[in-house]
Structure formats: C-alpha cells, structure tokens
DNA sequence: CTCATCTGTTAGTGAGAGCTTACGGTAAGT
DNA sequence: ACTTACCGTAAGCTCTCACTAACAGATGAG
C-alpha cells in the first residue's frame, strides 16, 4: 500500500517527469536521455535510480551501455490505486449532494433555518 | 499540461495523501481533519491550500467551520494523463517487445522463438 | 457587546531533495 | 595493452519544503 508513496513522490519532480515521458517513446539509454535535457548526466541517473527504486522502470545492460525502459507493472499498480480512490471519491461526491438536497427540503425538524 | 505537476507534488507528501484520502469517505471540516493526524492543525491547514491549489479539492465555508471536499475535476485530470501515458507506455513496450523478437532471430519469419 | 471556538496566515527553523564536480569501474575498438 | 566511451557513486553545496509557534480575522452563543 505505502509502495505508491514512492512512485508518486517519484513522479513529483518535474526533471524526473521528463525523463519518463522520455522512456514512453521506448527504452533508451542513460546519455541518449541526458541528451536535451537541462541536467548533466549523473543527475539522470540518479532520476532513473529513484524511478527504478519505486518500480516505474527496468534497466538492462546492452554492451557498455545501459538501457532503462518503463515498468508496465508499476505504472499499472499506480492505475489500480488511482481507479479505486477516484471511484471512492465519486460515491462520497454523490451522497454528499444527496445529503444536501435532503437538508435544503425543509423537513419538519430544526436545526438549520436558511437566512 | 503542467497542472499536473501541482497534482502529483500535492500527492507526493505522505502527510497529504493521508489528508486526501480522509477526505475519500466525505467532506470533513480542518480540525476534525487534524484530529487523528501526528501533526498540528495549522499543518492540516497548509497542506489543503496545497490541496486546493493543485485543484485536487474544493473548500466551502459553513459557519465559523470550513469544510473540505474531494474535487472529482482534478482527480480526473490526473486519471486521465496516467491512462493517456498508460496506454502509450503499453504500446511502446509490445513493441519492444516484438522488436526484440526480429532481432534476435533475423532470417526466419516465424515469429516463434523458441526459446 | 463580550467571550469562546474555528480557521487562515506569517516568521523562523531543521531536515531532505536535487544538482554539479570528481572519481572509479566496465565494455568495445584500435 | 592502451584508449575511448558509457555509466554509477560519493562528496559537497544550495535551496525548497514541512513543521511548530504566535498572531489576526470571522462566526455563534451568552
């Protein structure tokens, strides 16, 4: 449950945002990645360290290069979250609309005159 | 675009997320918030701005209370790029995927490795 | 009007995050 | 074996953020 801690804290940061929607176009390499970017290149890596720590990305060796590509699973496990909490979010929204056109059809009790 | 930025660094604090989701089951007021939560109520208080700066909830004033409220907008928006990201991150990865698949056996067009 | 309750805001402090520079290690090419 | 390219990690610095304490504003009850 506390896992989505890191991958929202993980996804927080604007730089690291970047070098995800970098790897959506596919996997790439560290310096491919730092590349464009306003960071020199061990910032990237650590970016990639976090995002791999909170389990948005895979990285495998290609010769002397290293290549990061993005964890469907733990984008998925962040979906599933997302889903339930926005599902939960509505019906709260939905009985507390309910709730308030039950309070403003005025109902032989008295607690709150309207002004 | 960048609104999401506000909303995922909004999640990120571990405090916030909790404040968040006790908001999931309901509109509740600051102090009743605050009550429960290792932190003092100015604290709760800080957080909702942020909250509600990221457009994740919506305040309304009751009295001399003020009683927060999920807004659903926000948590949508935020559904919304983490499915638009999800279904292009998938898509990249299959491809991988079937790259992968070509490369590792060039000659023959059977796609059927059986390795 | 006066007092108590509830809340937002500000000032100040301490901890943590992100960046750069420098270094060490590994893989391919000459 | 030497050189080049690519990458991860440690040290150091700066700066943002979360928290508490204290103050100011608004509402309801008496």
């Not at 976090?50 to 495998?60: E, I, P, Y």
Request: net charge neutral; aromatic share 6%.
């Amino acid at each position: 449950m506390a896992y989505n801690n890191a991958a929202f804290a993980a996804l927080a940061d604007p730089t690291r945002r970047a070098v995800f929607e970098r790897l959506a176009d596919g996997p790439r390499a560290v310096g491919d990645l730092a590349e464009g970017l306003p960071v020199s290149r061990p910032a990237v890596s650590q970016h990639l360290k976090v995002l791999k720590d909170a389990g948005l990305v895979t990285d495998r060796a290609e010769g002397a290069r290293r290549v990061y590509q993005i964890d469907p699973a733990g984008l998925g496990a962040m979906r599933a979250w997302l889903d339930r909490f926005w599902t939960a979010a509505l019906d709260a929204f939905a009985a507390e609309i309910d709730r308030q056109n039950n309070e403003l059809q005025p109902k032989p009790e008295r607690e709150d005159p309207p002004k």
